[in-house]
Every structure is written in structure tokens, then in C-alpha cells.
């Protein structure tokens, strides 16, 4: 309720007129205190806003004449952290792989680089632990289908398994049966002799006519005995230890269709420091040469 403002006999204040239910409001200033923080803020608003980025226009914002950025803050800080490992990458780039596995700390250095990009283009095919799967090798064991050394595990990841590069590791083995190379029976017998080498055959007369036909068929590039040939990527078929499976269902489909197992070539994907420290780290993983 409005009324008129009149002077409180009690404590001496104006009142404001305000009134409800008889009780009236008295017109004491705002504490000086309040007031001086209400002043304070405002000039710190203004101030604010001439330093610092503030008012959104249609196209831009207001830059504030200290000209700060987070994104350059963020630009810079990376910017920081690139310079502290170009340094290392440099010296990664100019040693050999012996020489950094040589070397304590740029060792280290590659086996933390190298977990990463393995996490990051490896993991979809060869497993989040390296363990591999039907088709895709197990990079932790000492069994190579090309070889564990440095070098050789360099060359598989640089060029690819019968990748698109033109320096990729290649060799096929032939699609037996749909190439009209053997005949069903034979491709059985084969496969039994095959089984005969890791001790799972279950005929051992079919396994003897097997013999001769992985004499003449196979041991050109699976070697004597089925032991592999790492120079042209044959497994060793008398370990037990299977690429794509060792009951006689799969090692007839091998030997009837082939296999043809493909790894990209990295060399255009990933900087040349990314492929070393790759090597380094799988070579670590367990079976480096
Ligand atoms: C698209 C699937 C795929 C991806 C991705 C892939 N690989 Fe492979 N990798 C293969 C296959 C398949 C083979 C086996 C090829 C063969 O049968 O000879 C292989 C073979 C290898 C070999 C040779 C193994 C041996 O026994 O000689 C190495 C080393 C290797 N990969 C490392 C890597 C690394 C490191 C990466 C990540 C940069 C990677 N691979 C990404 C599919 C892949
Ligand atoms: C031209 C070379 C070549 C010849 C000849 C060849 N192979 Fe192979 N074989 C390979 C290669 C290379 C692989 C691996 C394919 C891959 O990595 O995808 C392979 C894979 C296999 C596998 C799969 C092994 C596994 O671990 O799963 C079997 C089984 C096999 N060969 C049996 C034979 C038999 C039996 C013969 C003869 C009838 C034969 N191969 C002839 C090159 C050959």
C-alpha cells in the first residue's frame, strides 16, 4: 500500500510509504560496504570488456585489447610439446634400429610411441593385445610367417603383405582344387599328411599318399617336412601353431582355395618415426629376433 513517506519517530528514518498490515518500511541507505563492491564490479565489467574478448557481433566478437585467446593458449602449449619431441623424433630418425634399442631412453621413447600407433592402426586386425585371430597373426610369440628380426618386421609394416606398394612382400600360394591342380581325394590325402607333421592324423595311409604329394606340390615353398619358409612368408605347418586352423575342414580349404592374407602397407599412412618406434614395440612384444 502506498502512502505518503514521513519521518519514524522511533529510530528517526524516512519511510518509504510503503505499508502492509500496519507495518511500514523504513528508507535506510544501502551499508557502504555493498555499495562500494557494487561499484567495484561495475568498473571491473568495463574494464573487463576493453582487455578481454566480450560482446558476440554478427560476424565477429569484440578481440579486447589484450588480444588473449584459449585456443591460441591451447595452439601454443602443443606447439610447446612438438618442439620438445621433434627433438627425439630427429634422433629417432637418424639412428638405426639397433641403435635406438641400444640407447636406454630413446628406447623407451619408441615403445611408448609405438603402443600408441599400435592402439591407434593395429588393434582392428592383430587384436587389442597383439594376440592376432583367424587370419591375422599373433605378434607376440617368436613364430614368423616373414621373419621377427628389426629389420624384417620394419619391412612387413613399411611395405604391406601383399599390399598395393610396389615393394610389398608377395607370394600366393595356389587355389588347389579350383585351379585344377589336385583332385578332391588328393587334397585330402595331402591335408592328412599335413596333419601327420604336428602328430593329429587320423589316417595314417592316406597321410603316406599325402607324402608324395606334398613332394611335389608343396615343399617348394613350405620346405621339407612342412617347416616354412619365412623368405617367401609359407608357414611352418609341423609347429601345432595355426594361422587360420589346423582341424582337417580348414586345412582343406587352405589347400584348396589358397589363402591370401593381406596387410596394408603403412609407408604412406604413418611418418617414418611412427613405423620405427612400431617395430621397436612389436619386436619388444615377445618374439623379436
Ligand atoms: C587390415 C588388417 C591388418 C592391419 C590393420 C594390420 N595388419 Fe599386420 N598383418 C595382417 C595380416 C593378414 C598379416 C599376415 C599376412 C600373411 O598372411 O602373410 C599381417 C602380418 C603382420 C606382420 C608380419 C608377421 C609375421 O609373422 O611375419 C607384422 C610385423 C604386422 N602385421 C604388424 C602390423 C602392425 C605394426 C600394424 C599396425 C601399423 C598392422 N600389422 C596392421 C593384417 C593387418
Ligand atoms: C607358392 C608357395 C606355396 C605353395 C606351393 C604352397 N603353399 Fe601353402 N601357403 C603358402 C603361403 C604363403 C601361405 C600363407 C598364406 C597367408 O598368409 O595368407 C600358405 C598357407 C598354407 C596353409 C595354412 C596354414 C595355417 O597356419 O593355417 C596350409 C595348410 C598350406 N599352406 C598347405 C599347403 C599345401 C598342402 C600345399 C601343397 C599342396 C601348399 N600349401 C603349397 C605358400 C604356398
Redesign the pocket.
Known sequence: MAGTPRKDEISGVETTGHKWDDIEELNNPLPRWWLWVFYASVLWAVVYWIAMPAWPGISDYTKGMLGYSQRNVVQNELAAVKASRAEWDQQILNSSLEEIVKDDTLNQYALAAGKAAFGDNCTGCHGSGAQGGK?Y?NLNDDHW?WGGSLEEIHTSIAYG??STHEDTRV????A?LRDE??EKAE?SD??E??MSLSGTATDAQAASR?EE??V???????SEG?LG?RD??????ADS??????DKA??IQ??AY?????MPTWEARLDPVTIKALSIYVHALGGGE
Not at 171 to 174: C, E, I, P, V
Not at 216 to 222: F, G, I, L, R, T
Request: glycine fraction near 16%.
Open positions: 587370419g597373426p610367417l603383405i601383399r607370394n600366393d600360394m595356389s588347389f591342380i589336385l587334397i595331402v591335408a599328411y599335413v599325402g604329394l606334398f611335389d606340390n608343396c615343399v617348394a615353398c613350405h612342412g619358409n617367401l612368408g609359407a608357414p611352418n605347418l601353431l595355426w594361422l587360420y586352423g589346423g580348414t586345412i587352405s589347400i589358397g589363402r591370401k592374407g593381406v
